[in-house]
């Protein structure tokens, strides 16, 4: 059972549409981050979010901290190709003592937008 | 500046086979870390270091060993290679003391035991 649960772990949408995946737990995090990963290559960092409540925009995106700190969605608006990837939401272990720096992952969403 | 370094991209082993993944990193990073990549689990911690000389098991361990001579380098040993261990294998690095720094990952190797 993973700490993380990511859904959809599949989404094939159309240009244009918007989508929401979303990063869920039972436990607490301190933080939460979401990275991007494109075949053949290793995750990106987007973004970081460290406040219950949190919401952080970047472009098109925008990602949301749950107030008891236990989830977080990612929202893409007019999604373009551009986007398509595997996107991870990763948080710190919790049976680790540490600054974020033992990371847990979700499974990932993996996103496809057609043209 | 190259970042992360990880070398072999693609490596075909026989089970009982033994061998090393190189990790590099160029940024001066105290933290590095060794994940595994199997689908739809995510990127799974396998071994981490906070400095050189300093070593630590993350969630998945077993079969796997690792040190931290030099700040630069990291390298992943699998001692006995075993068709469980088939997955893509990912080197990272940070600065240790700032959670919101993000982890920088190498391109990854694929690794194949047959």
């Known amino acids: 059972t993973q700490l993380l649960e990511q859904s959809p772990q599949f989404l094939s949408i159309q240009e244009g549409e918007n989508l929401t995946v979303y990063c869920n737990s039972s436990?607490?995090?301190?933080?939460l981050q979401w990275y991007r990963q494109e075949p053949g290559e290793g995750p990106v960092l987007l973004v970081t979010v460290v406040t219950g409540g949190e919401v952080k925009k970047l472009k098109r995106l925008t990602f949301q901290f749950g107030d008891a700190r236990k989830d977080s969605s990612l929202h893409i608006t007019a999604a373009q190709p551009g986007d398509t990837g595997l996107y991870l939401c990763?948080?710190?272990?919790?049976?680790?003592?540490?600054?974020?720096?033992?990371?847990?992952f979700g499974g990932g969403t993996r996103l496809m937008v057609k043209p | 500046n190259a970042g992360v370094t990880q070398t072999p991209k693609f490596q075909v082993l026989k089970t009982g086979q033994s061998m090393t993944l190189q990790c590099a990193q160029d940024?001066?990073?105290?933290?590095m870390s060794w994940y595994r990549q199997d689908p739809g689990m995510g990127l799974r911690l396998i071994h981490y270091s906070v400095g050189a000389g300093i070593t630590d098991q993350g969630e998945v361990p077993n079969g796997y060993n690792v040190s931290r001579s030099t700040t630069e380098d990291f390298p992943l040993r699998l001692l006995s290679a075993a068709p469980s261990q088939t997955s893509v294998y990912f080197c990272?690095?940070?600065?240790?003391?700032?959670?919101?720094?993000?982890?920088?990952f190498g391109d990854g190797t694929r690794l194949s035991i047959l």
């Open positions: 940024m001066n990073h105290e933290y």
């Open positions: 990272a690095s940070k600065r240790w003391q700032n959670s919101n720094q993000p982890q920088h």
């Open positions: 436990s607490v995090f301190s933080s």
């Open positions: 990763a948080g710190p272990l919790p049976i680790y003592n540490n600054a974020g720096n033992m990371l847990t």
